[in-house]
């Protein structure tokens, strides 16, 4: 049979809580082993145990990591999904099923291959039937595709590390099922994977642990959260990784790590350490930033340093916890009531990830506000490829901070929010210094922070704070643009769609179209996005929101001139971006 | 000859600026013992922070100690920010002033958190059962039956404050007047040399919006209904025990983390400050009868901190060098490895 190599959806539909999760990313790391150019979504639900989890691998040698269009290779191990999920299938796909459901698998048009899996489980471990379940799966599937015994192997050791009965069973059940697809399915597959050479270097890591990284080697001294999906992960990768990176000398930590009572104390403890001259952040979903929203407007207007990540699920209110969007996107930018305008970092790589959670902190103290980092579930909770994180490249910027009586007496007029040096960044000091001291405070102040009510005082101040925050933005990370000589489309996005926009790109030129992308970075937005629209005569702003959020950011900030070449495309269904979607709706909105 | 403490301070070093509460507000008085326990105690006016939320009582921190950093943070929210603040620079001495809106309503939440928390701060409620700066309504705190001047009767029950610290065992509660000045500042005293939490709820009448004599907050109501639990009397650690006048009756000492003593002359009964049960009656059996009963209520020593609790290097977060701050870059690739490797 003539085979697909390395271009193929995998589809496995389970119960959330059944121990599949192992199974899924045994088969996701073992491609990974064979230099397969692989990635994984987990779309999970807002449960603990019993709903339906669904998780996609897809493999493309041509980099592609967006969900595939439609199913090659369905796995079904849940009943409750069981009609809707094989009703699905385009003809032709390949169903390996669970024989011990004893549902009936009516599909004729499709390649239907069963195994008793849970009977054949019962014989290694009568108790661990259940869990144990799934890895006949993975051998069916490793039959298929004739995945590496070697790399699989190695994916088993590395998810079950240290646990020798369970590697051991595990890798039994794997082999069983192998023997027992190679016995009775024959050689039906169309696809498979075929080992490339891999980069040593690479491996996996989702965005969270990748931010978390970067914020322990951005010398965060404290963190303060509050429970969450999808950002809870990001909390627990820094308790795990601060003891172990962040001791002083004396053997203590260098880094407080509280739990909150609710998003809003985290905040406030953010506040608090930013004041004190800490390096403060803590870490929520779109529910947490309204909750913080008050506090946020006391950093801006106070000019207190401090770093809050957002890793965003489908709103609005409780939405679809589990799910991913781009959705608080304008809300980040301008949180809090009365004006306000925050500094937004938008990472699309998990090395961006690590990268701007080191930067953040930068940030917040060099410009003395609150800084947000934008991420979301998919690029969060799936894991991605990199090829190893890069040590920072600039030393921390603890920004305009006063320590000694010297410094003070260099600086003549001195006053707490005086612009001395004309770009909107007055000179602080720390409590305990007993220099300058004032009361801070969210109520109108003058130049030397002291109460004031003044109408010609209020308006300078936040005039100042405007110019502070728009100097941010050619320092902030530029945008990344890939440039087609004779495009008259351009595309700008931002963050994960990043992980669809080369498929959307390749996609867009068989229809025909020849198209440049803009990858906006941090808001607010560097002058190079303004250069971009003006190179290009139509251009569309692609998000994973119903709104356009960017898009209304855009033609509130550009030039007149440039509105008119803005078209939007945003979507948002709770998943995560699929390429063909967003090329189809980007050739329909430059139609009409 | 002007009077210095043991710093060699005048207690000007210890002002802030004018207030600009109503004549009479029970919490100048509050802001003038501050002033005067800080003073006493010849704490570095920069060592201290000052803290609050929004109202009243929150807007005085300008009114004291004007050689201190503070922050006037959000309605409710202060403890979260002395929190955070306490994590960077546990060396700060937190003082921390609330009213029973910003507490026992919108802040309840953070309040109960702190206390449980063991936050190191003085944590004090200038407490009128009445939101002032809005004009008079009704707070938490106040009596049930309570009429002001103005409006309808309040027909819901109080929250006490501190016995709800008893319940949470708070290390230091104690209930005074701002008209008490000798007993506040004492107790203000005790609750400075105390590590951890220490509540002070200070019944500090509204001259404005419920100073009328039925009020339990008024002037003269707390004059007349005030339970005094004992005399008490603090003892700095800069003056040695041994030269104090031994007091006629029964007494007994505290120690505090500092090493000074708060002396507690009996009047009544004897009342066992590290005994919560003695305590809840103690407020409870007042406030049947209508009365405050005042002085240390419940003292809960060495209980650890919030940052004791955390393992935090000893050098203050603040302080720490840009080295200590970011792991060498040998490390990172030691992550990189065992990413791989894995």
Not at chain 1, 195 to 202: G, I, S, V
Not at chain 1, 282 to 296: D, V, W
Request: charged share 20%; with cysteine; proline share 4%.
């Amino acid at each position: 049979m003539s085979k697909i190599y390395n271009d193929f959806t995998v589809n496995v539909a389970t119960a959330n809580g059944t121990g599949s999760q192992s199974a899924n990313l045994i088969i996701l790391h073992s491609l990974f082993e064979m230099g397969v150019p692989v990635s994984g979504k987990n779309l999970f639900p807002s449960n603990i145990s019993g709903l339906p989890t669904w998780f996609i691998i897809r493999a493309s040698d041509k980099g592609y990591q967006a969900p595939g269009d439609s199913t090659d290779i369905q796995i079904m191990m849940n009943k409750d999904t069981w009609e809707k999920d094989l009703g699905a299938l385009k003809p032709g796909t390949i169903v390996i099923y669970n024989e011990d459901t004893k549902l009936p698998v009516n599909r004729e048009d499709c390649i239907c291959l069963g195994m008793p899996m849970t009977s054949m489980a019962r014989g290694i471990s009568p108790k661990m039937a259940r869990l144990m379940a799934n890895m006949y799966y993975v051998g069916g599937i490793a039959h298929l595709l004739g995945i590496d015994s070697t790399a699989l192997a190695s994916a088993v050791e590395q998810q079950f590390r240290g646990k020798e009965n369970a590697i051991t069973m595990n890798l039994q059940a794997i082999s069983e099922a192998r023997a027992y697809a190679s016995e009775n399915w024959g050689d039906t597959c169309k696809f498979a994977a075929e080992a490339r050479e891999k980069p040593e270097d690479t491996f996996l890591i989702e965005g969270n642990e990748a931010v978390a990284l970067g914020c322990v080697y951005g010398g965060i001294t404290m963190l303060s959260w509050y429970p969450i999906t999808p950002s809870s992960s990001l909390a627990e990768s820094i308790i795990n990784w601060a003891p172990k990176l962040r001791e002083g000398r004396d053997g203590g930590s260098t880094c407080a790590i509280v739990q909150a009572e609710d998003e809003l104390a985290a905040a406030g403890m953010v506040l608090g350490a930013g004041w004190a001259g800490g390096r403060g952040m803590t870490c929520t979903s779109g529910p947490g930033i309204s909750l913080m929203s008050e506090f946020i407007g006391l950093f801006y207007f106070a000019e207190v340093p401090g770093v809050i990540w957002d890793i965003n699920r489908t709103g609005p209110s409780t939405g679809l916890p589990t799910r991913t969007q781009q959705g608080d996107l304008s809300m980040c930018y301008e949180a809090s009531h009365g004006d306000t305008q925050h500094i937004v970092l938008i990472p699309g790589t998990v090395d961006e990830c690590f990268e701007f959670g080191w930067r953040a902190f930068d940030f917040a103290e060099r410009f003395q506000t609150i800084v947000f980092g934008f991420g979301d579930l998919d690029l969060g909770m799936n894991r991605w490829s990199t090829s190893g994180f890069e040590y920072p490249s600039e030393k921390l910027d603890r920004g305009k901070v006063i320590r000694t009586q010297e410094e003070m007496d260099a600086i003549s007029d001195f006053g707490r929010y005086r612009d001395i040096d004309g770009d909107g960044i007055a000179y602080r000091t720390l409590p305990g210094s007993g220099l300058a001291p004032i009361l801070y405070r969210g109520t109108g102040h003058d130049e030397d922070g002291v109460y004031s009510e003044d109408p010609q005082v209020y308006y300078e101040a936040m005039q100042r704070l405007k110019r502070k925050i728009d100097g941010a933005r050619d320092i902030l990370p530029a945008p990344v643009i890939r440039e087609e000589e004779s495009g008259d489309v351009g595309i700008i996005f931002y963050g994960s769609v990043e992980n669809s926009i080369i498929e959307i790109d390749d996609l867009l030129e068989e229809k025909g179209m020849s198209v440049s992308t803009c990858r906006i970075r941090a808001l607010p937005y560097h002058s190079d996005v303004e250069g971009f629209i003006e190179r290009h005569d139509r251009v569309v702003v692609v998000e994973v929101n119903r709104d356009g959020q960017l898009y209304g950011i855009l033609r509130k900030e550009l030039p007149t001139h440039l509105i008119a070449k803005l078209f939007s495309v945003a979507y948002s269904d709770g998943l995560p971006p699929k390429a063909r979607e967003y090329a189809n709706r980007v050739a329909d909105v430059l139609e009409h | 000859m002007v009077k210095l403490n043991v710093l060699n301070l005048e207690k000007s070093e210890y002002k802030g600026g004018k207030s600009s509460l109503c004549p009479g507000c029970g919490h100048d008085q509050i802001s003038n013992v501050i002033i005067q326990a800080a003073w006493e105690n010849g704490i570095k006016p920069e060592g201290i922070a000052k803290m609050s939320g929004i109202g009243c009582s929150s807007k005085t921190p300008a009114y004291f100690l004007a050689k201190s950093h503070g922050f006037n943070t959000v309605h409710g929210r202060m403890p979260s920010v002395t929190t955070g603040a306490n994590m960077i620079n546990k060396d700060l001495a937190f003082i921390a002033v609330s009213g029973d809106g910003d507490t026992a309503s919108i802040g309840i939440g953070q309040f109960i958190h702190a206390i449980r928390r063991n936050l190191d701060m003085v944590y004090i409620i200038e407490n009128n059962g009445v939101y002032g700066l809005t004009k008079g309504q009704y707070s938490a705190t106040v009596e049930k039956g309570s009429k002001k001047k103005k409006g309808a009767v309040n027909e819901q029950p109080p929250i006490d404050l501190c016995a709800m610290a008893v319940n949470l065992g708070c290390s230091f509660v104690a209930r005074s007047f701002s008209g008490s000045k000798k007993q506040l500042t004492a107790l203000l005293r005790a609750a400075m040399s105390h590590r951890g939490m220490a509540i002070i709820d200070v019944i500090s009448p509204c001259v404005t919006f419920s100073n009328n004599d039925e009020s339990y907050r008024s002037y003269n109501y707390v004059k007349s209904n005030d339970e005094v639990l004992h005399i008490v009397d603090y003892i700095p650690h800069f003056s040695p025990l041994s030269e104090v006048e031994v007091p006629e009756g029964e007494f007994s000492d505290i120690s505090l983390f500092d090493g000074s003593t708060l002396r507690l002359e009996t009047v009544s009964d004897e009342h066992d400050p590290e005994d919560a049960v003695a305590a809840l009656k103690a407020i409870h059996e007042a406030a049947k009868d209508g009365r405050h009963v005042t002085g240390l209520l419940y003292y809960n020593p060495g209980q650890l901190t919030a940052t004791d609790t955390l393992g935090l290097t000893e050098t203050p977060l603040m302080d720490l060098s840009d080295e200590e701050l970011r792991p060498n870059i040998e490390s990172l690739q030691k992550v990189n490895a065992g990413f791989r490797a894995r």
